[in-house]
């Protein structure tokens, strides 16, 4: 295979059909969203191909826009105690109170469906990150003083 120099060239050359890319967890998806998880999946390795650079930069921009995402769903939660219990988990859905964990199985089934070599090469780092940024993120909303330990244990301290 000769060698792309640009992306619509590289599109056409790939091996498998664009009907053929992969689907992982999105049952949920409208026929949109399954289009848009299929493009960002193909460009994804369209890029990983041609400028593993460029790959690099995309791919630290997608896990900073998932840990902004952590944070706003963590923050969310902060309500009081005796309001949570009044509500049932359809109607804290509905106020936005989303699960905060449920980004990291997100960004598993974006790995998962992106092939072998970028799930090896992000994969146990992302999914590390991610998950120690959910444990803060909710550390921070229960109590302020468990973000210092879980902070310390990871040998980082937050001033804030």
């Given at each position: ?41 193909r ?6 191909e ?7 930069r995309r ?43 449920e ?52 040998y ?5």
């Amino acid at each position: 295979m000769k060698p792309t120099t640009h992306l619509s060239e590289a599109r056409n050359s790939m091996d498998a059909p664009e009907t053929e890319v992969l689907l992982v967890n999105t049952r949920s998806l409208s026929r949109a969203g399954r289009r848009r998880f299929n493009k960002r999946i193909r460009d994804l390795k369209e890029t990983f191909e041609l400028n593993p650079q460029l790959f690099h930069r995309r791919w630290n921009r997608i896990v900073q826009g998932w840990l902004h995402e952590i944070h706003r769903r963590a923050n969310a939660w902060a309500i009081p105690d005796e309001q949570l219990k009044e509500f049932s988990k359809a109607e804290l859905i509905d106020m936005f109170k989303l699960e905060v964990f449920e980004v990291v199985d997100i960004a598993e089934s974006i790995i998962e469906a992106s092939g072998l070599e970028i799930a090896e090469g992000v994969r146990a780092a992302t999914i590390g990150e991610l998950k120690n940024e959910c444990v803060k993120a909710v550390a921070a909303v229960i109590d302020q003083r468990l973000n210092y330990q879980i902070d310390k244990k990871v040998y980082r301290r937050i001033r804030k």
